[in-house]
């Protein structure tokens, strides 16, 4: 049974609901020892005090702030906590937005948040049911273990889901970073239908469930023939880089060895279009021609799309 790694309240309005926080995700890495090669012997590391080269206790380190001139100023852990003491048990909700428009960019870990008692389980499932039904997520920060979080809540499969953000701050200009940026090019008009054909050709529902960490799988693969002293077989190198020349006939060979896209089985507009996932109606809205695809919702794609499809099979009739 998983342990919270905090708790405190989410304040939604004049609505208080105490919380405990969850990590959601967990680390299958493979994970290797230090050795020093041609011994046995490991390499460790230790919170060791320069100047008397003795190890140092973790409960005797405090944090030290670098001046310009050199000098530190040192805090104590319970310093950090007393000057927030409200923040550090509280995710105050600012705003709502529609989750859609967080750009990927800005997500960083992600958390579950459970009721701390039974008694608070129905101002919870009021806050999950209004966002699930709405779509949105609520923008909030919170402190945590000395740090403060910007984070987005969400709902979840039958919970609130928290996902911590990075600060506008943090996110580095990719033309201050990046030694050499792509050229603006105009993509010529062949090259670029050939490519939207190839996106469309690979395009399918989201499914999870059919993606698994394999290099971790052959990390442990590797270990076992090692210990058994079985020969390593190394695997095939990476694909060369595509010459412009050779670029339109890549994308052609590439839509043409593709197998037809799960969702070109998508049932049609007489059938029921619910189950259907955005992308596929969208991909349906555009084979139909429908324009402003781009600013329908989930639900207008759905109206336009049975009312293309009847007005189609009509004329075609």
């Given at each position: ?12 309005g004049l609505v208080t609901v105490p919380v405990e926080l969850y990590s959601a995700t967990e680390d299958h890495t493979v994970h ?286």
């Open positions: 049974m998983a342990r919270p790694i905090w708790s405190g309240a989410v304040n939604f290797f020892r230090q050795f020093q090669r041609g011994t046995s012997d490991r390499i460790r590391y230790r919170r060791v005090n320069e100047r008397t080269g003795k190890e140092v206790e973790y409960n005797d380190i405090v944090k030290g702030y670098e001046l310009d001139d050199g000098d530190y100023v040192l805090i104590e852990p319970e310093e950090l906590d007393e000057i927030a003491p409200g923040r550090s048990r509280a995710l105050d909700i600012e705003a709502f937005v529609d989750l859609d428009e967080i750009d990927p960019t800005y997500f960083q870990k992600t958390y579950w948040l459970a009721p701390s008692k039974e008694e608070f389980e129905r101002a919870y499932t009021l806050l999950l049911a209004a966002m699930d039904k709405t779509n949105k997520a609520a923008i909030s920060k919170f402190v945590m273990r000395g740090k403060e979080y910007l984070a987005a809540l969400r709902a979840g499969d039958g919970v609130l889901v928290l996902n911590t953000l990075h600060f506008p701050a943090d996110l580095r200009d990719p033309a201050k970073e990046l030694r050499k940026l792509p050229a603006k090019a105009k993509p010529r008009g062949k090259e670029l239908d050939m490519a939207v054909a190839l996106v469309d050709s690979m395009s399918e529902p989201w499914k999870p469930e059919n993606f698994e960490d394999t290099y971790t799988k052959r990390v442990e693969k590797l270990v076992k023939d090692k210990k058994a002293g079985r020969t390593v077989t190394p695997e095939e190198e990476p694909a060369q880089a595509t010459q412009v020349v050779d670029l339109f006939e890549a994308l052609a060979k590439s839509v043409k060895g593709r197998k037809p896209s799960s969702s070109s089985s998508a049932p049609s507009a007489e059938e029921d279009l619910s189950s259907l996932s955005k992308a596929d109606l969208d991909k349906m809205a555009r084979e139909l021609g429908i324009k402003g695809r781009s600013k329908m919702t989930r639900a207008d794609l759905e109206k336009a799309v049975k009312k293309a499809s009847s007005s189609s099979k009509k004329k075609a009739s």
